[in-house]
Structures are given as structure tokens and as C-alpha cells.
């Protein structure tokens, strides 16, 4: 079972850049595919960007040029770098662990990200 506690949201004007933290703890963190998912008011949550363990990153296709996630299994952390961001990115982002083994998944909290002049 993984903890996690993303932090790095907050208010920033269209065309600016914010890093998105989450840390993990209670487990390997290293075992787990991650990924980070985002919720816009009124809409379903949505995949932004994943990183498996020891795989090939994905992107959204409204994302891709703009984000990129990385991971340090040493500091038990994934980040998602986000840049040239538009009102539509304004959304609260959850961080997200998945055990293929059990097949279960694990959430973050969330943190609000708010796009706007």
C-alpha cells in the first residue's frame, strides 16, 4: 500500500509554467506504474500523463509538447512539468499509483491548478 501527497498547484496566468509534485510513501515506491489524472468542474477525470515503472512515458494529446512527467524512485517522487498553460488546463490534478500485480490503485488528494488572467 502506497501514501501520496501531491503539492505544487496554485493560480499562474496563461503561457506560465508550474511543477506538480507527488510523493509517495509506505511502499516501494519503484514498483508502481504513475500517472497523473485531472478533474475539470463538471467533467469526468481524465489521463494526463503516465509513467510506468520501467516503460515508455504517456501523454494526452492536449498535453503532449506542453507537459512532461518524470520520476526519482529515490526520493519516492513523481513530477509533472507543465508549460505554455491555457485556461483549459485549469482543473484539480490527482496523482495516481497502480499495482499491476494486484491491480489495485491508489490516490492522492489532489491539488488545484487555476489558469487564469
Known amino acids: 500500500q502506497v501514501q501520496l501527497v501531491e503539492s505544487g498547484g496554485g493560480l499562474v496566468q496563461p503561457g506560465g509554467s508550474l511543477r506538480l509534485s507527488c510523493v509517495g510513501s509506505?511502499?516501494?515506491?519503484?514498483?508502481?506504474?504513475m500517472s497523473w489524472y485531472r478533474q475539470a468542474p463538471g467533467k469526468q477525470r481524465e489521463l494526463v500523463a503516465a509513467?510506468?515503472?520501467?516503460?515508455?512515458?504517456h501523454y494526452a494529446n492536449s498535453v503532449k509538447a506542453r507537459f512532461t512527467i518524470s520520476r526519482d524512485n529515490a526520493k519516492n517522487t513523481v513530477y509533472l512539468q507543465m508549460n505554455s498553460l491555457k485556461p483549459e488546463d485549469t482543473a484539480v490534478y490527482y496523482c495516481?499509483?497502480?499495482?499491476?500485480?494486484?491491480?489495485?490503485?491508489?490516490w492522492g488528494q489532489g491539488t488545484q491548478v487555476t489558469v487564469s488572467s
Open positions: 509506505g511502499s516501494d515506491f519503484s514498483i508502481y506504474d
Open positions: 509513467i510506468p515503472s520501467g516503460g515508455i512515458t
Open positions: 495516481n499509483a497502480a499495482d499491476l500485480a494486484t491491480m489495485r490503485h491508489y
